[in-house]
């Protein structure tokens, strides 16, 4: 134990001749684990169901191998019962700490009072469960609702407070769907000639996203709407294809405008397809892994810790484009 105390402040004072020999078979030495021990993370993501996702899990990954901590990592394929089963694991497994993406916001308070009895602190990423605060060391992510006021507020000042809005809601039960939506009709609420006509999910996906504005543009309703909002830039990708295949113009005839700002949100934007995108960052990583690193510290963390959005339209896409990191 001693020895790899030592070991680690040398190694930390930058004189590389007076490093002695590791002793056989030690692990790399990191500031999250106590003793020189490797931090074992657990972390129940909730599937690949977007490019946001996609590159959240990349996040997470990265900054884990970067700073030498094991990640336990577990797809749950969209399923809130695959999420408990992967935490329960991790629980069984006696994990340093557990971190997970809530998919909806209700149903979690057994499992997570399993991992508070066990001793585990968890870490809530991205999502909001509906749980009492004692179950959870903090929370990061955005501001769902804000990011719905934001859209919402853009769409005023392109339409003059005019519009017949289609609305694509992400998963049913999740905390985006339930606070973009929240959020939007709020601020819409004072323009009595903004109206949401037709409002369905499309699981953040860009295939369901493309199926049911099809679905609409068939019907008797869909002849009406000028402007579709989506809950996130794959759903209104997929729109964007379903309005080209019955040939009208989207971002011109239909106007689209969604959340995330993943890269083809901004390609669509400078080919005037797409009308704004606002930002929720899914780099969450450094983030995540400095939190529980501070945890492991001893240091207090904010119960809730809300990452900033930004905006983005055609009038700044191309500028923007270049910067994209996901
Ligand atoms: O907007 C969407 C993803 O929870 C903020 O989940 C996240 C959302 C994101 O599937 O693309």
């Known amino acids: 134990m ?4 030592a070991v680690a402040v040398l190694s930390g004072c930058g004189s590389n001749a007076a490093e002695p020999a590791k002793p056989a078979g030690d692990k790399p030495a990191t500031d999250a684990g106590q003793s020189g021990k490797k931090l074992v993370v657990g972390f129940s993501q909730i599937g690949a169901e977007s490019a946001w996702r996609t590159a959240n ?3 997470i990954k990265a900054e884990a191998e970067k700073r030498g901590i094991e990640l336990k990592f577990s797809d749950a394929q969209q399923k809130q019962e695959n999420q408990i089963k992967a935490i329960r694991s ?3 497994q006696k994990v340093d700490v557990i971190a997970f993406a809530p998919v909806v916001e ?3 308070e057994p499992v997570l009072t399993e991992a508070k009895k066990a001793g585990i602190p968890v870490f809530v990423s991205d999502r909001r469960p509906q749980v009492p605060d004692d179950l959870y060391v903090t929370f990061l992510g955005a501001d769902f609702i804000k ?11 392109k339409t003059g407070g005019k519009a017949v809005i289609a609305e694509l809601e992400g998963t049913t039960g999740s905390a985006p769907a339930n606070d ?6 709020e601020a819409i609420a004072k323009y009595p000639d903004m109206k949401v006509v037709f409002s369905q999910t499309g699981d953040f996906k860009r295939a369901n996203g493309k199926e049911v504005t099809e679905a609409l543009l068939k019907s008797p309703v869909g002849n009406t709407i000028n402007v579709i909002y989506a809950h996130n830039d794959d759903m209104a990708l997929g729109a964007i294809q379903a309005i080209e295949a019955v040939g009208k113009k989207p971002g011109k005839d239909i106007l689209v405008i969604s959340i995330d700002g993943i890269k083809d949100a901004f390609v669509a934007m400078t080919e005037g397809k797409l009308n704004c995108t606002t930002e929720c960052n899914p780099l969450l990583g450094p983030l995540l892994f400095d939190s529980i690193e501070k945890f492991k510290k ?4 904010e119960k809730r810790q809300i990452v900033p959005d930004g905006q983005f339209d055609e009038t700044t896409a ?3 484009l270049p910067n994209r990191k996901y």
């Open 180 to 185: 973009r939506k929240k959020g939007f009709a």
């Open 2 to 5: 001693f020895l790899l105390a």
């Open 298 to 301: 001893g240091e207090k963390l």
């Open 90 to 92: 991790f629980i069984d």
């Open 57 to 59: 899990t990349n996040s």
């Open 147 to 157: 990011e719905g006021q934001m859209a919402a507020e853009w769409l005023i000042k």
């Open 106 to 108: 209700t149903g979690w």
């Open 318 to 320: 191309a500028k923007e």
